[in-house]
């Protein structure tokens, strides 16, 4: 089995957001970036089949040379080759154009990607390449099991789960429950030195069109001092979430 | 030429997110000059959607579509937005919505937006409002393409009645093996309780709380307000409660009218979670918390001493105001 895990090189979580060039550019400055938490989970899963099932797995980024400490990381956890699509990543639909490409040309028969990423949080990328290459599509998946070319996997659902059946070649939006957070994998010094030395493969992009852009950003307005209530006098606290929140 | 809505609809009943969807649709309608359009699959009646705007429901009539089926769904709702020529299409951003989102995006070649959260700031060039980095901030967005498909963050705009006549036809797309790729096997759902999704309010905890023994007065305050529960990572992270429950960056976001925390700090993980909310209520121990920094609302105390006796004086005005 081939697996193709696709990787977005985002803001760690607990960066604090700015904006420059008259609020037109995300500012990187002082951020530290890191593989899409979304995208780790299926990163471990696909280690999974690989120890597993001897699938082997690839992972693709689409960037420029910034991303590739992302992808020397996925290679330090183990993936086997890394792939970089050269261009920015401007809008979902351009990206899961490029990925498209990269599946079709791969001969891909499972390709996981997180469900969305935390930077942009369009959610749009797995299902977009799903429809672009014609393959069965799984979203907000939180198990994944493989038995030859079927696939059984569990996805959830407001207010529950649900378990589908489906035929590969499959691309899944995985997240948190693909696998637990306790088995997400730090790279070791053996698998630092071992990435070194694993293939890198920067790609033309084929120049897909976008559909989107960002006109400008703007930050939410500032909060207002919060109104302490003393804990021996509930009924005020009632009494503001009713009268003045409106909330009960 | 109409703006095209997708309303959610459950063993045939509108969701209150369609109505919602509905309103906004409308308000893209007027601006347009134009009416509005809605598909459903297997609705029994209209129900509401001509109170909201709705001049005309598509509904689809088929068995197999019962239960949701994104690829089946997409196909649907792309072959009746061609059939009303819509320019703009309007889904939800529940965890159905979003993920059939993206299947009809290129089956219309429709750029998408989703999680947007206002009106379009001006029809040409089409922009609108979205919420990016998890709620830390907003983008302005413009959509090129000659189809539109704008996903709508819930209780963003809320309802608005515009009472329109709704006429009801059937709608009967030519679908194809290929829609039915995906199988669904079975279906897990807790019906009696209300989902975050849809919670108007949440009560969520954290480590705060001890352990998963001491969660029996978060589900009895939740039951008092209607509430769904939810809780922290680390609380997830731990196995005290379901992933599902876990609210933040890489859990579910909230966007209800009420968000109260027990016993959970407020990591910038988790506020990113509930910035949608309106109003956050903080229940801690600790003053210092950053939580405090963002709520509305806080009470500096001990939550096996607070939840309890607010239970009761909620109890009491539910039944002084019932």
């Given at each position: 089995m081939k697996i193709l895990v696709c990787i977005s090189h985002v803001p760690d979580t607990t960066s604090k957001i700015n904006f420059t060039d008259d609020n037109t550019q995300f500012d990187t400055n002082g951020v530290q970036f890191v593989i899409n938490p979304n995208d780790e989970f299926g990163l471990t899963r696909a280690m999974w089949f690989k120890e597993k099932q001897n699938a082997s797995v690839d992972v693709v980024t689409v960037g420029g040379a910034e991303v590739e400490p992302t992808l020397r990381k996925a290679l330090a956890i183990g993936a086997d080759q890394a792939i970089r699509v050269d261009t920015p990543a401007v809008d979902g639909y351009a990206v899961a154009k490029e990925l498209a490409d990269v599946v079709k040309n791969g001969g891909y028969d499972l390709v996981i990607a997180g469900r969305e990423s935390i930077d942009y949080n369009g959610g749009m990328v797995p299902g977009m390449v799903a429809a672009m290459t014609g393959s069965s599509f799984v979203n907000t998946c939180i198990s994944l099991e493989i038995d030859g070319d079927t696939a059984t996997a569990t996805r959830e659902i407001d207010g529950g789960k649900e378990t589908v059946k489906a035929s590969l070649p499959l691309v899944i939006g995985g997240q948190k429950?693909?696998?637990?957070?306790?088995d997400l994998r730090i790279p070791n010094m053996r698998g630092i030195m071992m990435a070194r030395k694993k293939p890198l493969d920067v790609k033309a992009s084929v120049g897909a069109s976008t559909e989107t852009s960002t006109v400008s950003f703007e930050k939410p307005a500032p909060k207002g001092e919060v109104t302490l209530v003393d804990a021996d006098n509930l009924d005020k606290l009632i009494d503001l979430l009713h009268n003045e929140a409106k909330a009960i | 030429m109409s703006v095209l809505v997708y309303t959610e609809s459950e063993n045939g009943a509108f969701k209150k997110t369609a109505y919602e969807v509905a309103s906004y649709a409308k308000g893209i309608a007027d601006m347009l000059g134009t009416d509005v359009a809605a598909i459903s699959f297997?609705?029994?009646?209209?129900?509401e959607l001509g109170t909201y705007g709705v001049s005309k429901l598509h509904n689809v009539k088929e068995s197999k579509l019962d239960k949701f089926n994104a690829g089946a769904y997409a196909d649907a709702i792309s072959q009746a937005a061609k059939a009303e020529d819509a320019k703009v299409i309007v889904i939800s951003s529940s965890a159905d919505s979003k993920y059939l989102g993206s299947l009809l995006s290129v089956h219309l070649d429709a750029g998408y937006v989703s999680n947007v959260v206002a009106l379009?700031?001006?029809?040409?060039?089409?922009t609108v409002k979205r919420s990016v980095f998890t709620n830390k901030a907003f983008s302005n967005t413009q959509i090129s393409t000659d189809r539109k498909l704008v996903g709508l963050s819930k209780n963003a705009y809320g309802l608005k009645e515009n009472p329109t006549d709704c006429t009801v036809a059937d709608f009967a797309p030519s679908l194809n093996g290929d829609d039915f790729k995906v199988e669904v096997q079975s279906v897990d759902k807790a019906t009696d309780k209300v989902t975050i999704a849809d919670a108007e309010i949440v009560v969520s905890a954290g480590r705060g709380m001890k352990g998963p023994e001491n969660w029996g007065m978060i589900e009895e305050l939740a039951d008092v307000l209607g509430a769904a529960t939810a809780c922290s990572k680390p609380v997830s992270d731990m196995g005290w409660r379901p992933h599902g429950e876990h609210v933040g960056q890489t859990g579910k976001p909230v966007a209800s009218n009420l968000y109260i925390a027990i016993g959970i700090s407020g990591a910038i993980q988790h506020l990113a979670g509930i910035n949608s909310s309106k109003v956050k209520v903080v229940i801690n121990t600790?003053?210092?918390?950053?939580?405090f920094k963002a709520a509305d609302y806080g009470v500096v105390g001990d939550a096996f001493e607070v939840v309890p006796a607010l239970i009761e004086k909620l109890k009491a005005f539910k039944a002084a105001n019932a």
């Open positions: 429950g693909l696998v637990e957070e306790s | 297997n609705a029994t009646d209209a129900g379009p700031s001006s029809a040409d060039p089409f600790d003053p210092e918390a950053p939580f």
